[in-house]
């Protein structure tokens, strides 16, 4: 009896062990990670997933081994030192309850491309789609886009998405303003380049806000209430607060990135200084998910529907594209100025090819500190001059001109060519189109019908058609105005 006894009770503990391992939870990696991917260059590099609380998960890459616990939640994380660029595929391994093996890993520069439909804006749809989507061939620059629309109440760990390598294929349905700022930069940087988009047309900036942004603003306390109130039960949708960013950016994070880009404004179009509000809300939070150093880069809205001749300007997108300019404040950004490039029967401009080039010069300028002007003219002070105003520029570059920009073609100088949609007013606060000359690296701006001029208006309406005063980098000036009225 006691042989067949043992022979029971080992029986018995082989099922009981053989049950235990069979549902041990696999070594799970977060959702950005996967073959083909870049890891970000010298930067501290994050990688996390999940196991078994109390498991220990290896880590390797490159000559780097690193090791972590699985907290009670089961989620772990190493953090890999700071990387060179490396154009050659490598393998990331992570060893725990079971082994996960990536290839093909690059290391370079990643940033992060996201916002509404002109963001979302698929390359097969731009200018010479056909063209540039066959010449799409970069394999050293790889897409991670996050399909679908999705929201939730409260932040989620994962969210759907594969790494693909650029090609006419995959390419095609990415955003195109994404590609063409990551092509510039892959061919100027000569590194890898990774892009990931996360994009979603008709929203509003508030849903891609994270609770800590909205935190960090005071004037946007009703906002933060409302989400700080948010639970699992809570039903949300495309426009509530925090509920895209929630599902589409934060199972994203903390992965290593060198910055943003971001095209969104239109569904916020009737906003003035509240949108500041909610940029420096969307900015700081992005910033203490990703990295505190995070470069943002924006598109200001272009021009649209059809122009007027109300020297006062002030409608439509006029006073969000000032609110744009404001958030300028914000260190290390940027603004793409494209009133020059849009349409007035289509709120969705096919010049992508300008909107990527004109953001991956203020990355190439600011971010990695080539000699490069990183815009066009920005308004920065004004005096009274008698019977004129004379302005200041920052980004004046080689110099101020009257310029023409045509499709896809660089912008041209206009000789003997007249400055337009300047306006002037004096204390009684009425606008009159004003006489504008361009004087060294300042603009000359009077009108016989103000005598003591107080403010100057450019460009400052919903599409200030005929709007021309560039620099000879070929960049337009953005809209701007001297008054608070």
């Given at each position: 009896?006691?042989?067949?006894?043992?022979?029971?009770?080992?029986?018995?503990?082989?099922?009981?062990?053989?049950?235990?391992?069979?549902?041990r939870?696999?070594?799970?990696?977060?959702?950005?990670?996967?073959?083909?991917?870049?890891?970000?260059?010298?930067?501290?590099?994050?990688?996390?997933?999940?196991?078994?609380?109390?498991?220990?998960?290896?880590?390797?890459?490159?000559?780097?081994?690193?090791?972590?616990?699985?907290?009670?939640?089961?989620?772990?994380?190493v953090k890999?030192?700071?990387?060179?660029?490396?154009?050659?595929?490598?393998?990331?391994s992570v060893?725990?309850s079971?082994?996960?093996?990536?290839k093909?890993?690059?290391?370079?520069e990643?940033?992060i491309?996201?916002?509404?439909?002109?963001?979302?804006?698929?390359?097969?749809?731009?200018?010479?789609a056909?063209?540039?989507?066959?010449?799409?061939?970069?394999?050293?620059?790889?897409?991670?886009?996050?399909?679908g629309?999705?929201?939730?109440p409260?932040p989620?760990?994962?969210?759907?998405?594969?790494?693909?390598?650029?090609?006419?294929?995959?390419?095609?349905?990415f955003?195109?303003?994404?590609?063409?700022?990551?092509?510039?930069?892959?061919?100027?940087?000569?590194?890898?380049?990774?892009?990931?988009?996360s994009?979603?047309?008709?929203?509003?900036?508030?849903?891609?806000?994270?609770?800590?942004?909205?935190?960090?603003?005071?004037?946007l306390?009703?906002?933060?209430?409302q989400?700080?109130?948010?639970?699992?039960?809570?039903?949300?949708?495309?426009?509530?607060?925090?509920?895209?960013?929630?599902?589409?950016?934060?199972?994203?994070a903390?992965?290593?990135?060198?910055?943003?880009?971001?095209?969104?404004?239109?569904?916020?179009?009737?906003?003035?200084?509240?949108?500041h509000?909610?940029?420096?809300?969307?900015?700081?939070?992005?910033?203490k998910?990703?990295?505190?150093?995070?470069?943002f880069?924006?598109?200001?809205?272009?021009?649209?529907?059809?122009?007027?001749?109300?020297?006062a300007?002030?409608?439509?997108?006029?006073?969000?594209?000032?609110?744009?300019?404001?958030?300028?404040e914000?260190k290390?950004?940027?603004?793409?100025?494209?009133?020059?490039?849009?349409?007035?029967?289509?709120?969705?401009?096919?010049?992508?090819?300008?909107?990527?080039?004109?953001?991956?010069?203020?990355?190439?300028?600011?971010?990695?500190?080539?000699?490069?002007?990183?815009s066009?003219p920005?308004?920065?002070?004004?005096?009274?001059?008698?019977?004129?105003?004379?302005?200041?520029?920052k980004?004046?570059?080689?110099?101020l001109?009257?310029?023409?920009?045509?499709?896809?073609?660089?912008?041209?100088?206009?000789?003997?060519?007249?400055?337009?949609?300047?306006?002037?007013?004096?204390?009684?606060?009425?606008?009159?189109?004003?006489?504008?000359?361009?004087?060294?690296?300042?603009?000359?701006?009077?009108?016989?019908?103000?005598?003591?001029?107080?403010?100057?208006?450019?460009?400052?309406?919903?599409?200030?058609?005929?709007?021309?005063?560039?620099n000879?980098?070929?960049?337009?000036?953005?809209?701007?105005?001297?008054?608070?009225?």
């Open positions: 009896m006691i042989p067949r006894l043992r022979f029971v009770f080992l029986s018995a503990a082989l099922v009981v062990a053989c049950y235990v391992d069979a549902t939870a696999d070594v799970k990696l977060a959702s950005i990670f996967g073959d083909s991917m870049v890891l970000q260059r010298e930067l501290s590099v994050p990688v996390w997933g999940w196991g078994e609380p109390g498991e220990t998960v290896t880590v390797t890459f490159a000559d780097q081994t690193k090791t972590a616990e699985a907290g009670k939640s089961g989620k772990w994380m890999l030192d700071a990387l060179k660029a490396n154009a050659k595929g490598q393998s990331l060893s725990g079971s082994k996960i093996q990536l093909d890993v690059l290391v370079g990643v940033w491309c996201s916002g509404q439909s002109n963001m979302e804006w698929a390359l097969r749809w731009t200018l010479n056909k063209e540039e989507t066959a010449a799409a061939k970069h394999p050293l620059i790889r897409l991670f886009n996050v399909p629309h999705i929201t939730n409260l989620q760990d994962t969210c759907p998405g594969t790494w693909q390598a650029c090609n006419p294929n995959s390419a095609s349905g955003s195109a303003v994404g590609y063409f700022f990551g092509r510039r930069l892959q061919q100027e940087l000569d590194v890898p380049v990774g892009l990931v988009g994009n979603w047309g008709g929203t509003r900036i508030e849903p891609w806000t994270s609770p800590d942004g909205f935190r960090s603003v005071k004037e306390e009703a906002i933060t209430n989400v700080d109130a948010y639970t699992k039960d809570s039903k949300v949708g495309g426009g509530s607060p925090s509920a895209i960013y929630n599902s589409m950016i934060h199972p994203l903390p992965f290593a990135m060198r910055g943003s880009i971001w095209y969104q404004g239109e569904s916020n179009g009737g906003e003035g200084i509240s949108y509000h909610k940029k420096v809300a969307l900015v700081n939070g992005w910033r998910l990703f990295n505190p150093d995070l470069a880069y924006w598109v200001q809205l272009a021009n649209w529907q059809q122009p007027n001749d109300n020297p300007g002030g409608d439509g997108w006029a006073k969000v594209r000032e609110a744009q300019r404001k958030s300028l914000l290390h950004t940027g603004m793409a100025v494209i009133i020059d490039i849009g349409a007035a029967n289509d709120i969705h401009p096919r010049n992508k090819q300008d909107v990527g080039w004109r953001l991956s010069q203020w990355a190439l300028a600011q971010t990695y500190g080539k000699d490069l002007v990183p066009g920005i308004y920065k002070s004004h005096k009274v001059d008698g019977d004129a105003i004379r302005l200041s520029f980004y004046t570059g080689g110099g001109i009257v310029g023409k920009k045509d499709g896809l073609e660089p912008t041209k100088t206009v000789k003997d060519g007249k400055l337009a949609r300047f306006a002037v007013a004096g204390a009684d606060k009425k606008w009159h189109w004003a006489d504008a000359t361009i004087d060294g690296d300042e603009v000359v701006v009077k009108s016989a019908e103000v005598k003591q001029p107080v403010a100057v208006r450019y460009a400052y309406s919903m599409n200030p058609l005929g709007a021309n005063l560039y000879k980098e070929g960049m337009p000036a953005s809209p701007f105005r001297t008054d608070s009225w």
